[in-house]
């Protein structure tokens, strides 16, 4: 059997941390003389009470190691036990959701995919706008911070936890997963504030500046309003596009960048990818908007921009009448939103590494059918890729294309048109964020879709923010043995 005593003791410590967050939004409203503080703080009060008591029932842990069984278990654990939590502001105060709504939107929030079930965003209490922005900066890497602090408790490396999590450590310059906790801290925190700071230059309040920052680095994309980035188009598109960018790369090259070499993110294979099919794309919507339409040239590559680099990021932001462009749109955006952006950001979807390694693996086999005595092997950046990796990659995106059929399958079952579903297993799966179809028309969320339809739809944004193999591993019989 597998010891979960430590799981049990790293999950009960963060969600004391979880408690004491909560008590952000909490004095926020209770500032503004709002009865819902009370209710985040009876939410705090629950969360912090579980937490204390696992803690306590699992002191002991300390004395042993964490397995790599352990660190999936742990993985998945945080994933699905934290947003049960952080789901109780939403149940016990406004909005007043069902729990299996504000779980989702929990899951939303956690995983960074900014789907919802809440309309009427602007007339939320702030600190409910506030703790949907700190779930999705939590989501980005910052769970996986606070995990980190604890870990190192229990004298275990680590690294382990963030291969569970799919983070690419590019050869690991960093081997302590401690220094590689605190780098990337501080470059994610650099990056929010900078964002935020950017977002109050250009006109937004303090509250949406914050909001929006966080869940932007986030690459979340839970908005403080209905409008989402319409509320401030121009200048706050273009600024909303640039740090989307910056929290899609990966976040290694970064710390690299701070420590003084730049070559890295400049030659970063995956990097120069990820901006050459995102511009291709941008270019082909905004001639064709432009042909089609007779919109001027200025909107249409701005919303453009903003929304494909939205999508492809898996933030989850629009902005302007992107959603209702039509079907050549909905195509492009469909590719770009199920490829995503880098391995090692907080970005969801196949992710561009796994998609050049598959297109090289696609060309070494075309050309070994046209010349079937040549000998090659599938590189990827000038290294050879091993079968493993290849079979691992064959695997993934199997699963994933499999699951989203599936999903689409079972959401359009529970009474949902096929657009509509399809698009729903597209963008919870990959975190993406953004809806499309009949039923998410009407109000740009998905408060309309049945319950049968939320629960498939949540599974599907944990699978697609572990991986998928990180939850179907544990599922397994064979897991569990020794």
């Not at 990056?191 to 500046?209: E, F, H, K, N």
């Not at 995102?278 to 432009?290: D, E, K, N, S």
């Given at each position: 059997m597998i010891e979960i005593r430590p799981v049990a003791y790293v999950i009960g410590r963060i969600l004391i941390v979880l408690a004491i967050l909560m008590m952000a939004p909490a004095l926020v409203d209770l500032y503004d003389g709002l009865r819902n503080g009370w209710r985040i703080c009876e939410a705090a009060l629950v969360t912090g009470f579980v937490g204390v008591c696992v803690v306590m029932t699992t002191q002991n842990a300390l004395r042993t190691t964490l397995s790599v069984k352990q660190a999936y278990l742990l993985t998945t654990g945080i994933w699905t036990v934290v947003p049960a939590f952080g789901a109780l502001p939403f149940y016990l105060g406004a909005p007043h959701l069902q729990f299996s709504d504000a779980y989702f939107e929990a899951v939303s929030g956690i995983t960074t995919t900014g789907a919802t079930v809440i309309f009427g965003l602007d007339e939320l209490p702030a600190g409910m706008n506030l703790w949907r922005g700190m779930l999705n900066w939590l989501g980005g890497l910052?769970?996986?911070?606070?995990?980190?602090?604890?870990?190192?408790?229990?004298?275990?490396?680590?690294?382990?936890?963030?291969?569970?999590?799919?983070?690419?450590?590019?050869?690991?310059?960093?081997?302590?997963?401690?220094?590689?906790?605190?780098?990337?801290?501080?470059?994610?925190?650099?990056?929010?504030?900078?964002?935020?700071?950017?977002?109050?230059?250009?006109?937004?309040?303090?509250?949406?500046?914050?909001?929006?920052?966080?869940?932007?680095?986030?690459?979340?994309?839970?908005?403080?309003?209905?409008?989402?980035?319409?509320?401030?188009?121009?200048?706050?598109?273009?600024?909303?596009?640039?740090?989307?960018?910056?929290?899609?790369?990966?976040?290694?090259?970064?710390?690299?960048?701070?420590?003084?070499?730049?070559?890295?993110?400049?030659?970063?294979?995956?990097?120069?990818?990820?901006?050459?099919?995102?511009?291709?794309?941008?270019?082909?919507?905004?001639?064709?908007?432009?042909?089609?339409?007779?919109?001027?040239?200025?909107?249409?590559?701005?919303?453009?921009?903003?929304?494909?680099?939205?999508?492809?990021?898996?933030?989850?932001?629009?902005?302007?009448?992107?959603?209702?462009?039509?079907?050549?749109?909905?195509?492009?955006?469909?590719?770009?939103?199920?490829?995503?952006?880098?391995?090692?950001?907080?970005?969801?979807g196949l992710s561009v590494f796994r998609v050049q390694v598959a297109l090289a693996a696609l060309r070494v086999h075309l050309a070994q059918i046209t010349s079937p005595n040549m000998v090659a092997s599938v590189k990827y950046d000038g290294r050879r890729v091993e079968n493993d990796v290849l079979n691992g990659l064959i695997l993934f995106f199997t699963g994933y294309i499999l699951l989203m059929g599936i999903m689409t399958v079972g959401i359009s079952l529970s009474g949902v048109d096929t657009v509509s579903a399809l698009f729903a297993a597209w963008t919870t799966l990959g975190n993406v964020g953004y809806g499309f179809g009949p039923l998410v028309l009407r109000t740009g969320t998905f408060i309309d879709f049945p319950q049968g339809a939320i629960a498939i739809m949540t599974v599907a944004m944990l699978l697609g923010r572990l991986g998928l193999l990180a939850i179907l591993v544990i599922v397994l019989p064979s897991f569990y043995r020794s």
């Open positions: 910052g769970i996986a911070f606070i995990a980190m602090i604890f870990l190192p408790l229990m004298r275990v490396g680590g690294m382990q936890f963030f291969r569970t999590e799919g983070f690419e450590t590019f050869g690991k310059e960093l081997p302590r997963a401690t220094d590689l906790a605190v780098e990337l801290a501080r470059v994610y925190m650099l990056l929010t504030v900078a964002c935020m700071i950017s977002y109050g230059l250009v006109g937004m309040t303090a509250l949406d500046a914050i909001v929006n920052g966080a869940a932007t680095i986030a690459t979340g994309g839970f908005s403080p309003s209905d409008l989402s980035f319409e509320k401030y188009s121009g200048a706050g598109e273009y600024v909303g596009t640039v740090f989307m960018l910056l929290g899609s790369l990966p976040y290694l090259r970064y710390v690299q960048l701070i420590k003084g070499d730049a070559k890295p993110l400049w030659r970063d294979a995956q990097a120069r990818a990820y901006l050459r099919w995102l511009a291709l794309a941008v270019g082909v919507v905004t001639l064709w908007q432009i042909a089609h339409s007779g919109m001027a040239w200025e909107p249409a590559f701005r919303q453009s921009l903003f929304n494909l680099t939205s999508i492809m990021s898996s933030t989850g932001f629009f902005s302007g009448s992107f959603p209702a462009w039509g079907g050549f749109m909905m195509i492009v955006a469909f590719v770009i939103g199920t490829i995503g952006a880098c391995s090692g950001s907080s970005a969801a």
